[in-house]
Nanobody
Framework: QVQLVESGGGLVQPGGSLRLSCAAS????????MGWYRQAPGKQRELVAT???????YYTDSVKGRFTISRDNAKKMVYLQMNILKPEDTAVYYC????????????WGKGTLVTVSS
């Protein structure tokens, strides 16, 4: 069973930076995609940034040039460096792992709240 635990959220002023971390534990299927989603109040959960199954990165347009996803495979960690934060980045950020196994399973963390406000 895979578990994901996020950390690093908090309150930050507009223009500031935060770094989110996601720690994975358990046995992870080798072919997978891992990344970050977010859900703002009253909105649907959206994909923010991810490593694809072939190791490339994807970013939603609104964060390109401001957010950077990285990982440490040996430590089973994924990070999201968020710079030049805007109030519209306020959301609960979730770590996601999708396994491309026969079950095509998704795992989610419990989320970490990021609030961008002056």
């Amino acid at each position: 069973q895979v578990q994901l635990v996020e950390s690093g959220g908090g309150l930050v002023q507009p223009g500031g930076s935060l770094r989110l971390s996601c720690a994975a534990s358990g046995t992870i299927f080798s072919i997978n995609a891992m990344g970050w989603y977010r859900q703002a109040p009253g909105k649907q959960r959206e994909l923010v940034a991810t490593f694809t199954r072939i190791g490339t990165t994807y970013y939603t347009d609104s964060v390109k040039g401001r957010f950077t996803i990285s990982r440490d495979n040996a430590k089973k960690m994924v990070y999201l460096q968020m710079n030049i934060l805007k109030p519209e980045d306020t959301a609960v950020y979730y770590c996601n792992l999708h396994e491309y196994s026969s079950s095509q399973r998704d795992y989610w963390g419990k989320g970490t709240l990021v609030t961008v406000s002056s």
